[in-house]
């Protein structure tokens, strides 16, 4: 089980980030790096030294006390699920990012009292060469070529790359596409027709707004050419984590389940029509205390009731299956979650589909240890809630 301990202090880091607050150049300060040592005044500051940490709320991970919302914002799911999974350098290069954008009021009173605002020393200089974004990351799936076969859209960690990997129909996959440039800035990448047109389209966050946007899809895999112009139909999503595609209220209409940093489910009803802030109906609050589930997905049907389910992971590496009912009515939209798998805290991007065309949810899942590439697997769906055996379709992940 993670560990817990009281603490004195809340940060305050992605508290602001939720709220969409523009710190101040006077507030912020003019830090734009800390060394090591000053890192581990905050670590001691914020959580006794303790990098492998999980607040008794589930809502504070690792040394340095991120939200998820945070550290998925910032790109440190290229690292691991949950921050606390991190290594400590992992951390402190996330910790950089947010204190360049956000300053050392990121952090509340420690930032400033362990001496954030006045260091400017880079903790990992050239002489010592920080780890690289690795793996295919952002993973999101959907029929993007209109082959009626489910294909894999995500992001290259350390080139911005979007990739499409079609799928072969049976739980492989073919030779991938390039889509997409410049996508190391977006985030909660989530796949399904929103438009209403038949073809699949691709939602995503920018991080640096927090603008929500839709990139219609074409039908086609056509290279640079596979997605449309984009349009922007939300505000405010920079607190939003693990979103993912879902059928929940099963009108034929693809809906968006999300978890914001207080740890709330929520559900944003799809209209089906691509019109603008129109294109996601008023949200629906299904869920409470998520704050220690990651790795959203939905596979589809599991359990051979027609009804689209959804899956997690909580801190301890137990995979978890929500039942859908097939209606959005509020806290009752799932029904009550049973534990479908142990372990899977070393599997990361998780992304559901039914991948093989029998009409039962299928799950892919990457194992590899934090900041590293891994295995690429396929689960397949039993119909019976859970899943066979695993197959190894993909290495270098």
């Known amino acids: 089980m993670p560990k817990t301990a009281p603490r004195k202090r809340l940060t305050a880091l992605a508290g602001l980030t939720l709220a969409g607050i523009a710190l101040s150049t006077a507030s912020a300060g003019t830090a734009s790096a800390a060394s090591v040592s000053t890192w581990e005044r905050v670590a001691h500051c914020e959580s006794t030294d303790d990098w492998t940490i999980v607040s008794s709320n589930h809502q504070y991970y690792g040394g340095l006390q991120f939200l998820l919302s945070t550290w998925d914002a910032f790109g440190g799911r290229q690292y691991a699920t949950y921050p606390n999974q991190a290594t400590k350098q992992q951390q402190i290069l996330i910790a950089e990012k947010v204190l360049r954008k956000q300053g050392a009021e990121a952090w509340a ?10 260091d400017g020393v880079d903790p990992y200089p050239s002489t010592s060469v920080p780890p690289a974004p690795v793996g295919i990351v952002q993973l999101t799936a959907a029929d993007f070529n209109g082959d009626g076969k489910a294909d894999l859209v995500g992001v290259e960690a350390a080139t911005g790359k979007l990739w499409l990997y079609p799928g072969n129909g049976n739980g492989t996959l073919g030779e991938r596409v390039l889509i997409g440039s410049g996508w190391a800035g977006m985030s909660g990448l989530a796949a399904a027709d929103y438009t209403g047109d038949g073809k699949a389209d691709l939602l995503a966050v920018d991080n640096a707004t927090g603008n929500l946007y839709v990139y219609p899809g074409t039908g086609t895999a056509a290279g640079m050419g596979t997605l ?10 920079r607190g939003m984590r693990d979103l993912t595609a879902m059928d929940v209220d099963k009108d034929g209409k693809p809906d968006l389940v999300t978890v914001d940093s207080a740890g709330a489910l929520w559900a944003y009803p799809g209209t089906g029509s691509l019109d603008g802030t ?15 589930m990651a790795e959203l997905a939905s596979p589809g049907d599991l359990n051979g009731d027609g009804k689209a389910d959804l899956v997690a992971v909580d801190t301890a590496g137990g995979l978890w299956k929500y039942p859908g009912t097939g ?12 534990q ?21 949810g299928d799950l892919d899942a990457v194992q590899a240890p934090a900041g590293s590439t891994g295995t690429f697997y396929f689960y397949p769906g039993n119909g019976n809630g859970g899943f066979a055996d695993r197959a190894a379709i993909g290495t270098g992940w």
Do not use: H, P
């Open 109 to 118: 009173s420690c930032g400033r009292e362990a001496g954030l605002t006045d």
């Open 340 to 360: 479908i798998g142990t372990g899977w805290n070393t599997m990361r991007q998780l992304v559901g589909a039914d991948f093989n065309g029998d009409g039962k």
């Open 278 to 292: 129109n294109t996601l109906g008023d949200r629906v609050q299904i869920g409470s205390g998520w704050s220690g």
């Open 228 to 237: 449309g112009d984009r349009v922007q139909i939300g505000t405010g999503w």
């Open 327 to 338: 209606s959005l009515k509020g806290m009752n939209t799932l029904g009550d979650r049973n």
